[in-house]
């Protein structure tokens, strides 16, 4: 049996120690380790060791931490350093390979993102530095609009479907593939058989940007 010391409840901090930085650090270390199901207010008042009103005081809701957790992401996870140097088609996949590796970090975050807008300081200077990238490329502001649409939900898309079940995923081809290996009146499919087997997510992430690259080029000429 643990002593009286062992069983008292945790300290709680001075009222009025909290700040909005303390509160945004620990919120993203709970949706990063646990995703973002498991960032509510009582769970990070848990973590503070504040209380939930004293919680409150910074953050009206649970919406209103969402949002504070998505804006800091794409402030400080989302634009990779060096974005402004280099050709254009080197930037843009540069942001599209941070965009999809960091928001795949925190479990949850892309199913947000498909259900609810954010436009905190971060997002904005997101949405800035994309078409910055794009007017770069010689587009104007009609082509870099509708190309920036395009562009997110390229990396959006491709990354929710690789989180809930990805059409190119082997176990969603293996029926396909199981068949074609002995699809004797099926030539080409069974010649593209070993090559179908393949084709990683990677891939198909790398050739959707050839793909958009291209149209950028030739909206551009």
Not at 4 to 32: H, N, T, Y
Not at 134 to 156: N, P, S
Not at 166 to 175: C, G, L, N
Not at 194 to 202: C, D, G, I, K
Request: aromatic share 4%; no cysteine.
């Amino acid at each position: 049996m643990g002593s009286s010391a062992d069983q008292q409840p945790p300290r709680r901090r001075a009222w009025g120690s909290l700040s909005q930085a303390q509160i945004v650090s620990v919120a993203l270390e709970i949706a990063r380790a646990e995703g973002m199901e498991a960032l509510t207010v009582r769970r990070l008042a848990a973590d503070l060791g504040a209380s939930r009103m004293a919680l409150y005081r910074h953050v009206a809701d649970k919406d209103a931490l969402v949002d504070l957790v998505m804006n800091a992401i794409a402030e400080h996870d989302l634009v990779p350093p060096g974005i402004d140097e280099g050709p254009w088609p080197h930037r843009l996949r540069l942001l599209a390979a941070a965009m999809r590796r960091q928001l795949a970090a925190y479990p949850g975050m892309v199913d947000v993102l498909m259900t609810r807008a954010n436009h905190g300081p971060g997002a904005l200077n997101l949405v800035e530095t994309i078409l910055a990238i794009l007017a770069d490329a010689g587009l104007d502001e009609r082509q870099a609009a509708r190309h920036y649409m395009i562009f997110i939900d390229l990396v959006l898309g491709r990354l929710h479907r690789e989180l809930h079940g990805d059409p190119v995923s082997a176990h969603r081809t293996a029926s396909l593939l199981a068949l074609a290996g002995q699809a004797e009146d099926h030539p080409r499919l069974r010649a593209a058989e070993p090559h179908l087997r393949a084709v990683s997510a990677e891939e198909v992430f790398e050739a959707e940007l050839d793909m958009l690259v291209e149209a950028i080029r030739a909206a551009a000429s």
